[in-house]
């Protein structure tokens, strides 16, 4: 009975380090999990079917519910500046594929805002099982074991992941934020530079390093008006002409 009683222990042990280890969230610098599912616009392996673009996976607990279909219809909107960012998107979630079909036709029947009806063009993933849910994190059990959290993944053209954020299912995304990030993370890269607290695209870029060298500064002595300073910690790059 004891030997029974430790063994059924071990399972449970491993069983747990499984579970745990099933739901972990895939961190930043991290290679995007693969998978393949059905969607909206056919059969999807996430995220090589994307190509070197950047991809964003934003999951939602429910179709129909009145948050995720505000968000859907903000990301409908949104979906031309994030082409022009050069940015994909791959909506999931653990509804069926009828469900999903239904849920876009319904979408696409609407008038949010004023705005006029929009196309859904980005696919909505079906995750029946919950397998991919798992994969990266999006079940959240002490507030649910069958529904996704809030999640967005933003992952780079080498399908590496950047930037993951979560929001509970009561309060829906701001889309503007999500758009903030990749612009943010693409600006950092061309320019190997830094973005301070609360920047926006075509605010002024911090610097990781003192900006120029005294040699620099003798070969090319315009080269501070490009930079200010805030006390002796702080070097800013100047986007604009004149400072702030």
């Known amino acids: ?29 991290s290679k995007a999990p693969s998978f393949t599912l059905q969607s909206t616009a056919g059969l999807i392996n996430f995220p090589e079917a994307f190509g070197n673009n950047w991809k964003i996976l934003f999951s939602h607990p429910q179709d129909f519910t009145p948050v995720c279909t505000s968000e859907l219809l903000e990301l409908a909107f949104a979906q031309k500046d994030f082409d022009e960012m050069g940015v994909k998107i791959a909506v999931i979630s653990v509804d069926n594929i009828k469900v999903h079909n239904d849920w876009k036709l319904h979408l696409e029947d609407l008038d949010y805002k004023q705005r006029g009806k929009q196309t859904i063009n980005f696919p909505i993933l079906e995750d029946l099982n919950a397998k991919v849910s798992r994969k990266y ?36 995304r701001n889309i503007d934020e999500i758009k903030r990030i990749v612009l943010a993370l693409k600006t950092t890269d061309e320019h190997k530079v830094l973005t301070p607290a609360n920047w926006a695209y075509g605010d002024d870029l911090l610097m990781p390093y003192f ?29 604009q002409k004149n400072e702030p």
């Open 137 to 172: 994190g999006m079940l959240h059990e002490p507030v649910s074991t069958n529904r996704d959290i809030r999640g967005v993944f933003v992952i780079d053209g080498q399908n590496v992941i950047r930037s993951v954020s979560f929001y509970p299912m009561e309060i829906g």
């Open 1 to 29: 009975m004891k030997k029974l009683c430790i063994t059924l222990i071990g399972i449970f042990a491993l069983t747990a380090i499984a579970v745990s280890q099933e739901n972990k969230i895939p961190l930043i610098g």
């Open 211 to 239: 900006p120029f060298s005294a040699s620099q500064l003798t070969v090319n002595p315009e080269i501070k008006n490009d930079f200010y300073s805030v006390g002796d910690r702080l070097w800013f790059k100047k986007t």
